[in-house]
């Protein structure tokens, strides 16, 4: 959806709100996906020199644990808002996807504000243990597998620190 910017701080008087989906489960996000376009509610009042600008996301992404790979789901649901000065327009560092009418994608916008908050690594759990580095199955699934004896120096530290911590 584009929001002519430039049209509303030249003439608006009122606010103008408009709820709309992003659909953004074509786009490549790295590592997840969306499995439905987001929800999103768009709102702009006008101020004594300009305009704010309130944007709500809310996405359901998919994506594989980091750690054990299992597949997650995970909801987002943030607010952004912005304060726009006439003379942003003409900024060429402006921070909104605005073309040369001073039209903002809004689409493009909902996708920029997802790379910013859905973190880089995903995890099924804050704790999860990840996959046996012998044999392969998940750890939290119980498997039976001794460390490797040339690993023991490694976990001899890695003692040493726990008692440091504790
Ligand atoms: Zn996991
Ligand atoms: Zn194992």
Known sequence: MQFDLRAFLEGARKPYEAHFQADLTQ???GGYTLAAPAECDFTATPTDDGAALLLCVKAQIHAECARCLEPL???YCFERDYLILPRDLEDPDFE????EQGCIDLDELVYQE???EVPAVLL?????QGLCPICGKKKAAGCTCKPAADAAPVDARLSIL???LS
């Open 96 to 99: 909104l996807p605005c073309n």
């Open 124 to 128: 099924c759990s804050a704790d999860c």
């Open 114 to 116: 997802l790379i910013f």
């Open 73 to 75: 789901t995970q909801e």
């Open 162 to 164: 726990k008692q440091l």
């Open 27 to 29: 786009s490549d996000f």
